[in-house]
């Protein structure tokens, strides 16, 4: 379906002597492991980059909710040219850090993607779970033809075979919040990405 991503930025685990942010429920603590300012660079290059590959045409962004909100509405302001929104939502995570394997649609999108060229945008590609199932669900739909970016890529943790048009960073198997990711809600608005640790485990 679709070409090879292009160059994502390689993070690496932040170092234990990093300044630790401050500790949150339970002895939890997040370790930055991308500042907002790295984050804002490469989200302006994507938009560029996609813009590039399609320079006439109206684009219409696909946010998965909540995690991508943020990524959608910075990348969107990035974006030249004719851009239109729209949202959906999944549940696939519970409350914890580790996926059910589940996935299943609570908000459907306000209106149709038929013959539209849709960009699917989501915060991070995990198990690939999530996004195998909604492009599934789209590709039923008969756009003109889907895309899909992504802010964060996890490779370690693929299990179904999806692939991302474009990727913002590359990140190690670790469990991360801020920049709209959440641990059981929470964590969401921090303006960086970061490495959760659990208390318990410190
Ligand atoms: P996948 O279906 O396993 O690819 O997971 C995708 C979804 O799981 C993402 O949209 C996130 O909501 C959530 N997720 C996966 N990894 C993380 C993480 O490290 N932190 C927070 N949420 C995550
Ligand atoms: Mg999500």
New binding site residues.
């Given amino acids: 379906m679709a070409k090879k991503a292009k160059s994502p930025k390689k993070v690496k685990s932040p170092k234990k002597a990093q300044k630790p942010q401050p500790k949150g429920k339970g002895g939890e603590s997040v370790r930055i492991l991308i500042s907002r300012g790295r984050l804002q660079r490469r989200i302006t290059e994507m938009a560029r980059e996609i813009r590039k590959d399609f320079p006439d045409e109206p684009l219409h962004l696909v946010g998965?909710l909540k995690?991508a909100v943020f990524f959608l509405t910075d990348l969107g302001k990035q974006m030249s040219g004719e851009v239109s929104f729209d949202f959906i939502a999944v549940a696939?995570?519970g409350l914890g850090?580790h996926?059910s394997g589940q996935?299943r649609l609570t908000r459907d999108l306000d209106s149709s993607i038929e013959g539209k060229t849709v960009i699917v945008v989501?915060?991070?590609?995990?198990?690939?779970?999530?996004?195998q199932y909604l492009l599934r669900v789209f590709e039923q739909r008969k756009p003109k033809r889907i895309r899909v970016a992504v802010l964060l890529d996890?490779p370690e943790?693929r299990i179904a075979a999806v692939h991302a048009d474009y990727v913002g960073f590359t990140i190690p198997n670790?469990?991360?919040?801020g920049f709209g990711?959440?641990?059981a809600e929470r964590y969401r608005n921090m303006p960086d990405v970061g490495v959760l640790s659990l208390g318990r485990k410190d």
């Fill in positions: 998965v995690g696939s995570y850090t996926s996935v989501e915060d991070i590609l995990d198990t690939g779970m999530t996004l996890k943790r670790e469990f991360v919040v990711l959440d641990y």
